[in-house]
């Protein structure tokens, strides 16, 4: 038999990361999970979500009684935003950088809106390459859908 503590834990506040569009559901829907949960929810490896924390990339993600991580959903909340984050192509320790940001507070706002601007502009530029490739690929695309259908040259 396993024994856990269930007293209600506190975690200092990483910020408002609230999930944008529709929530997906958590895990058998309770607000308490063990690593290999968070895992398997998430789809990180347990060395990856210890290294997140160890780095500090996570909040210090409380225990329980004898030792073992007890992830909530506000750690959901925020494994799910540094995904979006790792998407972006943001270097670790850029993210890193943002978490420590978040743990200081509000008065961190300006430059942490700042980075999460200068990621967008990242990606809105990324998003214009990529249409672009498409673009030509459609082009190619077009040119030998063309070929195929031209009588042979002699």
Same mark, same amino acid.
């Given at each position: 038999?396993?024994?856990?503590?269930?007293?209600?834990?506190?975690?200092? +506040?990483?910020?408002?990361?609230?999930?944008?569009?529709?929530?997906?559901?958590?895990?058998?829907?309770?607000?308490?999970?063990?690593?290999?949960?968070?895992?398997?929810?998430?789809?990180?490896?347990?060395?990856?979500?210890?290294?997140?924390?160890?780095?500090?990339?996570?909040?210090?993600?409380?225990?329980?009684?004898?030792?073992?991580?007890?992830?909530?959903?506000?750690?959901?909340?925020?494994?799910?935003?540094?995904?979006?984050?790792?998407?972006?192509?943001? +270097?670790?320790?850029?993210?890193?950088?943002?978490?420590?940001?978040?743990?200081?507070?509000?008065?961190?706002?300006?430059?942490?809106?700042?980075?999460?601007?200068?990621?967008?502009?990242?990606?809105?530029?990324?998003?214009?390459?990529?249409?672009?490739?498409?673009?030509?690929?459609?082009?190619?695309?077009?040119?030998?859908?063309?070929?195929?259908?031209?009588?042979?040259?002699?």
């Amino acid at each position: 038999m396993t024994v856990t503590d269930s007293t209600p834990v506190k975690s200092p +506040p990483m910020d408002a990361c609230v999930p944008v569009g529709p929530a997906h559901p958590r895990p058998d829907g309770q607000d308490r999970y063990t690593i290999s949960e968070v895992a398997a929810y998430t789809g990180l490896s347990s060395p990856t979500l210890r290294w997140y924390e160890q780095i500090g990339l996570m909040p210090q993600v409380e225990r329980s009684h004898s030792g073992q991580r007890r992830f909530d959903n506000r750690d959901l909340d925020w494994l799910a935003f540094v995904g979006k984050l790792r998407l972006t192509g943001m +270097p670790i320790a850029d993210m890193v950088r943002f978490a420590e940001l978040v743990r200081r507070g509000e008065v961190t706002f300006d430059e942490r809106r700042e980075i999460l601007e200068q990621a967008r502009r990242e990606v809105v530029a990324r998003i214009a390459e990529l249409q672009d490739t498409v673009a030509v690929l459609d082009s190619k695309i077009d040119f030998y859908a063309g070929a195929r259908r031209a009588p042979e040259r002699a």
